[in-house]
């Protein structure tokens, strides 16, 4: 039986001193909680993030004989040496991702030049992300010192640390910087600190598109101490200058910059086949010979998303008592909605998602191991089978083999416990039971 919000019970962590952790600029008053207790678990935390990662990178080409994919960093860093040959991204030519991934990217073309050497910006880049992903973890166990106490905190921050596949992608990929710029805004949320919180969340829309879905349900959280007008309105004031700033400009030099952000939603490529899309139309078409085209199941699945959306936009609405764990629950949901139903998909995706569910399954064992079982998944999806089972647009093996088979069998079965995992985690029934419960004491 999982621990009880802090909100409704007071936590029975009884501790000596008071005082105050320094986080990025701020200072957070977390009360009576021993300052040397998190300071301590501060460090174990960085230590085994840090450790997991040295051991993904040991252990992958060793045990597993598989590889480190450098491709994303090799082209990032492609387009840093366009930089330093005078082409301006956006403008003499298009880029696929926002503006504020530039801002690693130039970091690490420093060492680049200084060293004349393109695996100095491989490590560089690395670097950075594993601090941005070191900031994501302080992050996840501040929130938890918010919605738990102590002791949950540190497991939440330790699951995170050890997810051996999320760090394989912070290794390899640049989600680790969006996925950070989102965790710091739902951390200002949590702790009242409401612009700041939609900078944050702007910040990384600006990064990599997809935090910005929590904007809306973080206006409704929000709103439980003010109005959704002046929230919306708030939220406004961070929005349009960024726009403003970092995407107005570039659309009225080169119009077509808005494909950088259409390129995200995937609407130029086609169906990936390690989606749950083409999973489910592989059932229906290839064994069941229906006459469904993977388009068909595609807007099934996007329909299905708008209708989650409408859900969560519903819940987020009517929730009268706004507790953390609940605004939790509706951004995990809300994320991996657009992960799962979605017809382009990177493994990588799972970064975005894996902090909320670190923090939704640190006070139960039983969803911990579930959580492991997923991520043992996503490392057997990628790097493991990538190129001997499928690569982004089809099985590499024939249709009716027996490794088609195994590769289909493989994504049932990952797809099948990240919902199981997810029933667990959000407990939906326990949530519109609360609700109604609010209601009818009002």
């Not at 010192?145 to 997810?163: H, N, R, S």
């Not at 960024?242 to 009225?252: A, D, M, N, Q, Y």
């Amino acid at each position: 039986m999982g621990k009880k919000n802090k909100d409704a019970v007071e936590s029975p962590v009884k501790k000596i001193k008071k005082g105050k952790i320094p986080f990025i600029f701020l200072d957070f008053d977390f009360g009576n909680i021993d300052q040397n207790t998190v300071k301590r678990h501060i460090l174990s935390l960085i230590l085994a993030s840090l450790v997991t990662k040295f051991f993904v990178l040991l252990l992958t080409p060793l045990v597993f004989h598989s590889f480190i994919d450098l491709f994303d960093i090799g082209f990032y860093f492609e387009h840093a040496i366009k930089m330093v040959q005078g082409q301006l991204p956006y403008i003499n030519y298009s880029f696929d991702y926002p503006i504020l991934i530039f801002i690693p990217i130039t970091l690490a073309l420093i060492p680049a030049l200084a060293f004349q050497s393109a695996m100095a910006f491989v490590y560089t880049f690395q670097f950075l992300m594993v601090v941005c992903d070191i900031v994501t973890i302080l992050c996840i166990y501040f929130i938890a010192l918010k919605v738990w106490d102590e002791k949950t905190a540190f497991i939440a921050g330790l699951v995170y640390a050890t997810a051996f596949s999320t760090a394989y992608f912070v290794l390899t990929k640049y989600d680790a910087f969006p996925t950070c710029l989102l965790m710091v805004a739902v951390l200002f949320t949590v702790y009242g600190m409401n612009r700041k919180g939609y900078l944050f969340a702007a910040l990384g829309f600006f990064a990599k598109i997809f935090p910005a879905i929590a904007f809306p349900f973080m206006v409704f959280y929000n709103a439980k101490k003010t109005s959704i007008k002046q929230e919306v309105i708030e939220a406004l004031k961070v929005i349009v200058p960024l726009s403003l700033i970092l995407l107005v400009p570039f659309v009225l030099i080169r119009p077509d910059v808005i494909n950088t952000y259409l390129f995200a939603t995937g609407s130029s490529v086609g169906i990936y086949v390690n989606t749950a899309t083409f999973t489910l139309y592989a059932y229906l078409h290839e064994i069941g010979h229906l006459g469904i085209t993977p388009s068909m199941v595609s807007t099934l699945m996007y329909v299905m998303m708008g209708v989650v959306f409408l859900i969560l936009v519903y819940i987020a609405y009517i929730d009268t008592e706004k507790r953390p764990v609940t605004f939790l629950k509706i951004l995990l949901c809300a994320i991996f909605s657009v992960v799962f139903l979605t017809k382009f998909h990177s493994p990588q995706y799972i970064v975005w998602f894996t902090p909320f569910l670190c923090l939704l399954v640190a006070d139960n064992p039983f969803k911990i191991l579930l959580f492991y079982v997923t991520q043992v998944f996503a490392y057997i999806e990628f790097p493991l089978m990538f190129g001997g089972f499928y690569t982004n647009l089809e099985y590499v093996n024939p249709v009716g083999s027996a490794d088609w088979y195994l590769t289909l069998f493989f994504f049932t079965i990952q797809y099948a416990a990240l919902l199981v995992l997810m029933y667990y985690v959000i407990q939906p029934w326990e949530i519109v039971q609360q609700i109604r419960k609010n209601h009818t004491e009002k």
